[in-house]
Each structure stands twice: as C-alpha cells, then as structure tokens.
C-alpha cells in the first residue's frame, strides 16, 4: 500500500500542474539529463537520468540560500514504466550487404536481452524510412524482419529518415524512448543537417544510441556524424570493429544508459521572497564520486498587491474653456524643397545605372576568363582521366588520393546509376606510381578489361567503371588542339 499511495501522491501532483501554467526546463550536461516543469503554485516537478554508469544517492534543493526538501522520489524503472526501442538499420549501399547480415544478428543478441518493461520494433532506411515492424511486435518478428533485410539502396538520406524514425518512436506511448541507429554514418542530405534531428529528439524526448560500422579506415571519419547525435540527445555512442563486431560490455547491457535516474517534486514554500526575480534553484545529486550539480532560474508567481481603502475625494468641476483657433500663413516652396524632391531621385537612378553598367563589364570579363583563358598552372595535376565519349572530357587527378563515386563526398563525382556511393580509388604513391583500388563496387572496376581490386595503372590504361570509361594519362592534351578541361564536378585541391 505505500508504494501504491506513493505513486498516487506523485500522479496527483502531476495532474494538478496540468492546470496550471507550466514553464518547461530541459537541461542536457555530459553528467545528467534533467526535464522540469514548473507551475505558478512553487510547484516544480522534475525527471532526470545520469548519463554516468553510477547511482544517485540523494538529491538536495537549494533556493535563496535555503534547502528545501523534496518529495515523491522514485526511481526508473518503476512497476509502471515502459520503455520504447526503435532499432533503425542503413540499408543503403549494395556493397555493405555483409555489414546488414551482421546487423541482422546483432538485433537478434539485442532482443534477448529486453526486460518486460521494454517494447521495440525495428525500420530501415536508405531513400525512405520502412518501418519493418511497429513498436509492440513480438521477439520473433523483429528477428525474423531484421534476417530479410538487404542492401539494395542506392542513396543515403541519413538526417530526413533519422528524424521520421524519431517521430514513429515520439508516437509511442511510453514514459521512455530510444534509438538504436546502425550506420556507416554517410550522410548524403542537402537539405536536412544535424541539428534538426537534435531538435526533434529533445522535442520528442528520444534518446539516440548510434552504432558506426565503417567499411574501412579511411571512412571512418563519417562515424563523427553519428557520435555527435548521441552527445547531444544523451545517447552513447558504439563503434565495431573491423570485423563488425560490436563490444561484449554493449552486447551484454545495451540499455544501461536509459534504464536509469527517476522522478521527484520540489515545493518551493509560499514562504519564499517573491520579490526577487527569478531566484536561481541550484539541484545537487550526490553520486558515489563528484556531486553532479545543476542551476536554473525559477519563475515564481508575483505578489498580489491589494490597494489600502480609501475615502473619497471630491473633485474641482471641469470647465472647458474654448481655445483660440491660430492660422498659419501659407508658405511657398523654397528651393531647398525643389533639391529635395528631383535632385535626390535623379542621383539614385544615375547611381543605380552606374552599378548596372559596372556589373555587366564584370560579368563580360568573367565570360572572357571561362571562355579563353583558363590554364593549369593554378591547379597542378597529378594525372589526367579522359572520358572516353565523344565529349572526350579531360579530369585532373589533383591530389595523391582520388576518390570516384556518386557521393559529393568524392573527388570526382559522377552522377550515374551504375556507379557506386564510393566506387574506386586512385592513389599516388611515393615512388610516383598510381595505384587503383576497388572499394566494394557493386560493378566492379575493370582495367583494360580485367577485373581488379587493385592494380598499378600505366599511361594509357582504359579504366570501367560502371557504364563510364576512363584513359589514364600523366600528359595534359595541347590546350589549343583540345578541347577546355571539365572542372565541374571535382572538388579543389585541399
């Protein structure tokens, strides 16, 4: 019965705040994610959760140099709470198809571990988010769904669906949501970023577990992308290794960092100066090493200031005594007012007509540049790709490692289906040499119509990759016999 009579206090409580005006307090440290909301009645009722493996052991008040007790402490879980998980899967990338089997058996060593107050589901994404199986389905649905899942997307829009699994997951109803988000971390959105996905998540109250899966050592960096989304939701974050393996410690405890912290209310007492404003509440957790403390100011409701009675007092009758009417003389126009009407507009049009003038002699100039005078002496090649179409484009190899593909990420990219995200690589090596390297191509890339994972390539080597085909050179074409060199779609030399 004191559980019982706990929990009810605590509920009453909540449902009285509800008619109250409620300010909103959200406060992310790297120590404890804190959610208030205070009413106009000294009433403030908070939720937190130690984002450290480490318990609380007591929690302090502190407002106007007083300590004030709090009630209705409880912690999570309770009998009552339920968790939601949402495992999210990037199965974008036909060459990543072993990352998604090992996924698939990942989820499977997640499922066994859920408590009863855990309910997942499980989506995938690559173009567009498909929820595979909604939260609430049953252990072997989930498993049974993450098997059938392939790699067959061919463009990443990592932050769009990032922030629709978030929002599926808002739906849930659930006192605590989570994540689990596996990516290479290879964002390809042009019209999304990172902090929309941060805003939807602190708005939605979802906590972001991201796992990165790199194919190599050189991609890794796009993991940064997805360790920054759990900083800042309050997530972890979990890199595998090389094989694809994820730590036992996580294998073993996956929801350590959300099934914890709890609830609790502060009265603040009527007895408070409500004549300062916004007092500052200062919440101090006690763990088992360094205190973990929080500041805030509080809004408190203002005094009700009643006027002292009064007797009344007879006022003098008004008279209104008629005012006399004055009449200007009309004025003429002075000279000033003729400047002012024509001489200042004429100047702007003659101003505006002279920046025209100077932005088309400009724009002529720029055309010559393009037109007439381009020269590689500012951009030094390395080597030369030559399409070998009619268009007979000539590509420089600026930098000692080129990347092809069909992200924006790549040196060189080429906007073509049959081309892969991350498709070769062209590196110059110290000795002079230039070596290509297949880097899990869907195609394949072919030189002189072998198949190759990596070959040293030699003046004059037809390189297949996809539809598109390439002559190496280390020679420039003679700029007045050929035609101008396409420098649309590299990126500058870094």
């Known amino acids: 019965m004191t559980r019982l009579y706990k929990y009810s206090l605590f509920a009453q409580a909540f449902c009285f705040l509800l008619t109250l005006p409620v ?44 300590d004030h007790v709090i009630s209705n402490h409880s912690t999570y879980p309770s009998s009552d709470s339920i968790t939601a998980i949402l495992f999210v899967v990037d199965t974008s990338d036909p060459g990543r198809q072993d990352v998604i089997e090992k996924n698939a058996s990942q989820i499977s060593g997640l499922i066994e571990t859920l408590q009863p107050h855990h309910i997942a589901g499980l989506a995938s994404f690559d173009k567009d988010l498909v929820v595979r199986a909604p ?26 669906n990032a922030i629709k699994a978030i929002e599926v997951l ?30 939807v998540a602190r708005r939605q109250g979802v906590i972001i577990n991201t796992l990165g899966f790199a194919r190599s050592t050189a991609l890794s960096v796009s993991l940064q992308t997805l360790r920054r989304l759990s900083e800042e939701s309050g997530g972890i974050y979990v890199e595998a290794d090389t094989n694809y393996d994820l730590p036992n410690s996580f294998i073993s405890r996956p929801l350590v960092n959300s099934d914890r912290g709890g609830r609790f209310i502060v009265n603040l007492g009527s007895s408070m100066d409500v004549t300062v404003d916004q007092p500052e509440l200062t919440l101090r957790f006690t763990t088992t090493t360094q205190p973990i403390t929080v500041s805030f100011p509080v809004k408190v409701p203002a005094p009700e200031i009643v006027p002292p009675p009064s007797q009344p007092v007879a006022l003098p009758p008004v008279i209104n005594v008629p005012q006399p009417t004055v009449v200007m003389p009309s004025r003429e126009p002075e000279y000033v007012d003729y400047l002012l009407w024509y001489g200042v507009p004429g100047a702007l049009f003659i101003l505006i007509l002279l920046t025209l003038f100077t932005l088309y002699m400009l724009s002529k100039k720029e055309k010559h540049i393009k037109q007439g005078n381009v020269t590689y002496a500012e951009v030094k090649p390395l080597a030369y790709l030559v399409s070998q179409d009619e268009k007979r484009q000539e590509f420089p190899v600026t930098t000692a490692t080129w990347r092809i593909g069909r992200s924006q990420d790549n040196e060189m990219t080429v906007d073509d289906s049959s081309i892969s995200r991350r ?24 030189v002189n ?6 070959h040293v390539l030699s003046e004059g080597d037809i390189i297949e990759i996809g539809d598109i085909f390439l002559r190496f050179t280390e020679h420039p074409r003679d700029f007045q016999l050929g035609e101008d060199t396409a420098m649309m779609q590299t990126r500058a030399p870094g």
């Open 423 to 446: 498709h070769a690589e062209i590196n110059r090596e110290s000795n002079g040499q230039f070596i290509i390297y297949d880097r899990g191509s869907t195609n394949g890339v072919y």
């Open 449 to 454: 119509d072998n198949k190759i994972n990596k």
């Open 23 to 66: 300010y909103a307090i959200d406060i992310l440290t790297d120590r404890i994610d804190l959610k208030c909301s205070e009413s106009n009645s000294f009433i403030i009722a908070c939720s937190y959760r130690q984002l450290e493996d480490q318990s609380i052991n007591d929690i302090t008040a502190i407002i106007q140099g007083q």
């Open 170 to 199: 808002g739906r849930a109803n659930a006192d605590r949501k989570v994540l689990f988000l596996f990516s290479d971390g290879q964002a390809e959105d042009m019209a999304y970023f990172h902090e929309d996905v941060i805003n």
């Open 135 to 160: 939260i609430g389905s049953n252990n072997n649905t989930i498993v049974t769904a993450a098997a059938s899942l392939e790699a067959s997307g061919l463009t990443t829009e990592l932050y769009r």
